[in-house]
């Protein structure tokens, strides 16, 4: 498991070139490896195991030149002793049933074991369950698969390696050194089950004591399990005590009351800086809900190169508009589901100009009778077409014309990342392929969504945003939604409804606690933001958020913010996996301002794409001083716009790809007033105001409850049953 995030071109030479001449001076030979037992019976590492996915080919590669450059204790390079495991794929779906020897759930209790922090909040509920990632799942089976090779072995000692390392420069030297002074400290075979050479401690530091000059005994706080040293005697003892709960690195430090752990006196397998790690890290969203972590550093989607663009067509329903989210989740801004392109767009494509919004069109109505002349203008371009939607005889037009840049799709293979990964030349992400239901072609019409004195301001770089010079494509004409009825029970004191928040977020510098929420009647609240100390921050304040999620409707509170440079008072609907949100935000240092933002990762739900660090902010000039009376602000939100309202006057308005596609899954709503990180956003905390109080004396809810939420899947009869439920109220 590879934590590094990659480096720059810069950094990355200078690694290479160091590790270079340190290795041109620096011992290539270690006689703790051999392939055959000396006379004198001394022990050595026998095998190398590296754990290496069937699509990471080049990785293999890598592993074997790191090792090519050691040699064993009879002068053969170590890849004479290299084997390689298969690793279990986290995208294969075969693969991502839970066995008896893995265990998808572990607790906060077990994480801060490991890692006991420094500061935690007054109040934690160390049983809280987290769900190990599909990746931490599949790196557990595939380290269980090699401590099941090493336990059926001859060998006594192997070395077990994942395929994001390389070696110290000086890894021969330092490695003989460790393994002498063990041989040294007492028969081999008794000294130790695992040696840990790759490993990173945790933040207080490992608990450990000295063992030999180069080595400790460990007794738990290491994270990695990407380079180790296991015998035959400690691969049968970690095999006795499956199942693994929560990801391996985790696990097997609560093992080491009953395994002999040593951890070398430094790593000397590190990581690689030229790799970015495929993994999620499960722990981190409640780390950041609970304060231990607050790092709020852009979270960006970066894609790869992808071949580009890419044409789909046939007739219009669920098979078309899935595999138009599958493309926006491969890292496409994808054009879908209209008659006619926007005039400008359309010339753009067929003048093959970089104007071009979209690289990828899925049932474009327009675009049916280009097929052939698209085939020409664009030689790389890619089609993908659905058998049986089209006559025989412009199949086999289609087949001429595009050639082997053609993919044809049928019913079973349809709703399946393979065959057009494999086709597009790209990694799958971990996530369900989203089935959804099928949208009929719409027209685009024009809307001026600038109204009054407002400003876009800076936003992500993102697939699913696109550049505001572009003005023509900004509305979809779709079907009305039933209407939205209103909600009787979101009373501030009703707390089936309300949910009030004792947690944080990444740039958030205040704990939320209810004591910060005064409730003054059914309708009414204040918010009281305190500089207080909270361990894992200084300040203090209050949030309230439904615990039911809404689809569509019509959210409305009247408030007056404080006026604290610093704090953000925050009206929103908001979802994760995927990240999905709608902002009203009033800040401290501009009373005058009010600023609208809408974030949006693509997918269904459980697909974890929570980017985004901006949004796609907008301010708006209202013309009053919000913080000296009280106003109504709403946010009206339908399938393909979104409408913002301050006192029932219309000041701002949003639809598909203006900048962004519309959110089209289920949120919840919150209210909440919050000191932030960010100077460039509210201005610095003005600590000596505080106590700030903002006032709440109304809410208004026009929305479905969405009652059982599995996954968006939905056919073209409407929603299916037992999948999205909707609850008119």
Avoid at 69 to 88: D, F, M, N, Q, S
Avoid at 227 to 249: C, R, T
Wanted: glycine share 4%.
């Amino acid at each position: 498991m590879n934590h590094n995030k990659k480096r720059t071109n810069f950094v990355q030479i200078w690694w290479k070139f160091r590790n270079y001449f340190l290795r041109t001076l620096t011992k290539k030979r270690c006689a703790a490896f051999s392939a055959r037992k000396t006379e004198n019976n001394s022990r050595s590492i026998e095998k190398i195991y590296v754990i290496n996915l069937d699509r990471q080919q080049e990785r293999l590669a890598n592993i074997k030149e790191e090792l090519s450059r050691v040699t064993e204790r009879e002068g053969k390079p170590l890849t004479t002793l290299l084997h390689r495991i298969v690793a279990v794929d986290a995208l294969n779906e075969t693969n991502n049933q839970i066995t008896a020897e893995v265990k998808s759930e572990y607790t906060l209790q077990e994480q801060l074991f490991v890692d006991p922090c420094q500061a935690l909040p007054q109040k934690l509920n160390l049983d809280m369950k987290v769900k190990m990632s599909k990746q931490e799942i599949a790196v557990a089976c595939s380290h269980i698969k090699v401590w099941k090779r090493i336990a059926n072995g001859d060998e006594e000692y192997s070395l077990v390696l994942e395929d994001d390392v390389c070696l110290h420069p000086n890894f021969a030297a330092l490695m003989e050194k460790s393994w002498i002074e063990l041989s040294q400290k007492s028969p081999l075979n008794n000294n130790f089950d695992v040696l840990f050479l790759s490993f990173k401690e945790v933040d207080m530091g490992a608990e450990k004591i000295k063992f030999t000059s180069s080595t400790f005994k460990l007794f738990r706080g290491i994270w990695y399990m990407s380079g180790y040293v296991l015998s035959k005697q400690g691969a049968k003892k970690l095999l006795s005590m499956l199942p693994i709960v929560g990801p391996v690195d985790l696990w097997i430090n609560h093992k080491f009351d009953i395994l002999s752990a040593i951890m070398n006196n430094k790593s000397i397998i590190p990581q690689r800086s030229d790799e970015i790690s495929g993994n999620f890290y499960s722990i981190l969203p409640i780390l950041s809900k609970i304060g231990v972590l607050n790092d709020g550093a852009p979270s960006y989607f970066n894609s790869g190169e992808l071949n580009k663009p890419i044409f789909s067509s046939g007739i219009g329903g669920s098979e078309l508009t899935s595999l138009a989210m599958s493309l926006s989740m491969l890292g496409y801004r994808c054009c879908s589901d209209i008659y006619k392109l926007p005039d400008e767009e359309r010339m753009s494509l067929l003048n093959v100009t970089k104007e071009r919004i979209f690289d990828a069109y899925v049932n474009v109505g327009c675009l049916e009778n280009e097929w052939k002349h698209l085939a020409k203008l664009y030689p790389n371009a890619q089609m993908i077409m659905f058998q049986g939607n089209s006559p025989h005889e412009d199949m086999d037009e289609l087949k001429a014309a595009w050639g082997s840049r053609l993919l044809l799709l049928n019913e079973k293979n349809c709703y399946q990342w393979k065959d057009i990964c494999e086709f597009l030349n790209v990694v799958p992400p971990v996530s369900p392929y989203p089935k959804i239901e099928g949208i009929p072609k719409r027209n685009v019409e024009v809307i001026n969504s600038s109204i009054g004195q407002n400003r876009w301001l800076d936003r992500d770089e993102s697939p699913w945003i696109i550049d505001r010079q572009n003005k023509e494509f900004d509305y979809i004409q779709s079907r009305k939604l039933t209407a939205n009825k209103p909600i009787t029970d979101y009373q501030l004191d009703n707390s089936n409804f309300w949910f009030y928040r004792d947690d944080t977020f990444p740039g958030n510098e205040c704990l939320f606690s209810p004591d910060n929420l005064q409730i003054k009647s059914r309708t009414k609240a204040n918010f009281v933001a305190r500089k207080e100390n909270m361990e894992v921050r200084q300040y203090s304040s209050s949030a309230i958020t439904s615990h039911e999620s809404f689809l569509y409707g019509k959210f409305e509170a009247e408030l007056k913010p404080p006026k604290v440079s610093g704090l953000v008072t925050g009206i929103f609907l908001h979802r994760d996996s995927p990240r999905q949100e709608i902002d009203i935000e009033f800040v401290g240092n501009k009373p005058t301002k009010m600023l609208t933002n809408v974030y949006y990762n693509p997918g269904v739900d459980g697909a974890r794409f929570d980017y985004g660090y901006r949004g796609t902010p907008f301010e708006i000039e209202l013309g009053f001083d919000a913080t000296k009376e009280f106003h109504r602000y709403a946010i009206e939100w339908s399938e393909n716009e979104i409408k913002w309202f301050v006192d029932d006057n219309l000041v701002h308005r949003r639809s598909n790809w203006g900048p962004t596609p519309i959110p089209h899954l289920p949120m919840q709503f919150h209210v909440n007033l919050w000191p932030t990180r960010s100077r460039e956003l509210a201005g610095k905390i003005e600590s000596s105001k505080l106590p700030a109080v903002m006032e709440l004396i109304g809410i208004s809810i026009q929305a479905r409850k969405c009652i059982n939420e599995k996954a968006i899947v939905i056919d073209k009869r409407g929603l299916k049953e037992n999948d999205l439920e909707l609850e008119d109220i």
